[in-house]
């Protein structure tokens, strides 16, 4: 087996009849870092998560540093150097950074915890990670990019010698992907392996040294990174070409749909003003942190607003409630699909049916079954949602068919203005393309759309027109013809004016 630190041989696993893996094989070398790619749905998970041994395997085989592996549980799979960091982070707030780092496998003196030992364990990890951070910190006030660095530490104070990383940088700005790239690296070249798995393929290139691409519960394709351009990988992804990655529309600029004046909340909604009109996607750019995603849950009414006003068709409303602006014809998808867009143990079907059991009413006034499960598979047939059936339970659907239900969900309505806060965050490229697709049939129809994204590729190629934040203040306005990656830094990044 050569060089091989892990070796995934003939890999099947079903849930309920449906086969998820389909003999799939998998392979990854001491001191290498393996991108596994793949839409949602493929199968990366899945297969991860029999690595982990928190699944176990229908059939194959797994080998780590060529000695057979049956694992029934993570802890089996950790004993033999298996760690993942999962893309919603596994930690304990209300804990120290050390007593996270050590949970489970506390260092005792006598009865006592010894706590001056972790601290000075843990603190070394850190140190010799890089990190700048004390080890006696709460984890509850670290920000996303610390706490992920915690994972790690706590991985390598378990002597891993393989960290399944998924969608590590999906919540992190360009210079905490940087550092933690810096951590991968280093981690690589002590002779770890590393299984990165992500969406953004522009980051590939930066640090993978080969991919496996899984389609369908099986094997696509495997190889050196070098040898795919990322069109190769989105077309083994998907199975078909991509021809237009960003399938932006024209649209006649209807009439001013909604105006905000001075918005302001707390110190990330700073003096907020601006337009949105009908049939018109307006992107949000911005750096992480710069009050975008505050700005939308003051404007919905989740965030109490400390002054300003709100204009729908010309006429001043109130939004101190999510109830007042889905009342008025408005809707919010917001950041983390999981913690605020879905109740993730309730089925598909009760999932749409929540915002909408006013319009699910018989002529007495009470709830017709007969109704509801038609506009439950009115939306799943309409969105193209990928489920066994309406009863299949939301937190089992994939990231893109998530989001599906969640824009489902407030599509029944048919709102006037929809805010879309980084909608397309941690799922594939061809689940991408559908949610712009449903962007650009919202546009015809003359919805107004505030879009936004991390992602400038993804901006620059929706917007009609882009307004960018920075330090909680709207610091420029860019025509479509002016946006440009140039543009949109030099306002996310200083204050100046509005333009």
């Not at 199968?43 to 694992?71: A, V």
């Not at 004993?79 to 260092?107: P, T, W, Y």
């Not at 929809?418 to 490229?429: A, Q, S």
């Amino acid at each position: 087996m050569g060089n091989s630190l892990v070796q995934m041989k003939n890999i099947a696993k079903s849930f309920s009849g449906t086969k998820v893996l389909k003999g799939v094989n998998l392979e990854l070398g001491h001191g290498e870092i393996l991108a596994l790619l793949g839409e949602n749905g493929a199968g990366k998970s899945t297969l991860m998560k029999i690595l982990s041994g928190i699944y176990s395997k229908d059939s194959g085989e797994i080998y780590l540093d060529g000695e057979l592996c049956h694992f029934q549980n993570p802890k089996e799979a950790q004993n033999k150097g298996v760690a993942i960091i999962h893309q919603e982070m596994n930690l304990c707030n209300d804990l120290s950074v050390s007593e996270n780092i050590f949970l489970g496998r506390e260092v005792m003196e006598g009865l006592s915890l010894n706590h001056k030992k972790m601290d000075e364990e843990a603190q070394k990890i850190l140190d010799d990670l890089g990190i700048s951070m004390k080890s006696t910190e709460l984890a509850g006030d670290l920000k996303v990019s610390e706490q992920q660095m915690v994972e790690i530490a706590k991985a390598l104070s378990q002597n891993a010698k393989v960290l399944i990383m998924d969608e590590p940088t999906s919540a992190l700005s360009r210079k905490e992907i940087e550092d933690l790239f810096r951590v991968i690296r280093k981690l690589r070249d002590e002779g770890r392996g590393i299984i990165y798995i992500s969406h953004r393929l522009d980051e590939l290139r930066a640090i993978a040294d080969k991919v496996s691409i899984l389609r369908d519960g099986e094997n696509v394709i495997s190889g050196d990174l070098k040898d795919f351009s990322i069109d190769d990988i989105i077309r083994h992804m998907v199975g078909r070409e991509i021809q237009d990655k960003f399938p932006r529309i024209l649209c006649e600029k209807g009439k001013e749909i909604l105006r905000v004046e001075n918005l302001n909340a707390g110190p990330k909604v700073r003096d907020i003003s601006f337009s949105l009109y009908e049939g018109e996607i307006l992107g949000i750019a911005g750096l992480m942190g710069a009050g975008r995603t505050e700005m939308t849950r003051a404007l919905f009414g989740v965030d109490e607003k400390t002054s300003g006003k709100i204009y729908l068709f010309g006429e001043e409303v109130k939004t101190n409630t999510p109830k007042d602006s889905i009342e008025l014809g408005m809707a919010l998808i917001p950041e983390d699909r999981r913690k605020d867009g879905l109740c993730t143990d309730l089925s598909i079907r009760e999932n749409i049916s929540l915002p909408n059991l006013d319009s699910m009413k018989n002529s007495l006034g009470v709830l017709s079954k007969e109704l509801e499960l038609k506009i439950s598979e009115d939306t799943i047939k309409s969105l193209n949602v990928k489920a066994k059936d309406r009863e299949m339970i939301s937190k089992n659907l994939s990231g893109g068919n998530q989001q599906k239900v969640v824009l489902g969900k407030w599509l029944v309505r048919n709102p006037k203005v929809i805010l879309f806060d980084e909608p397309t965050r941690g799922i594939d490229i061809g689940a991408k393309v559908e949610i712009y697709q449903i962007m650009n049939e919202l546009k015809k129809k003359g919805v107004g759309v505030l879009f936004i994204s991390s992602e400038m590729e993804e901006v620059l190629g929706m917007s009609d027109r882009i307004l960018i934040f920075c330090d909680g203040r709207i610091t420029g306005e860019l025509s479509r013809e002016e946006a440009n990656q140039e543009n949109i830094l030099k306002f996310a990044t200083r204050y100046e004016e509005k333009v």
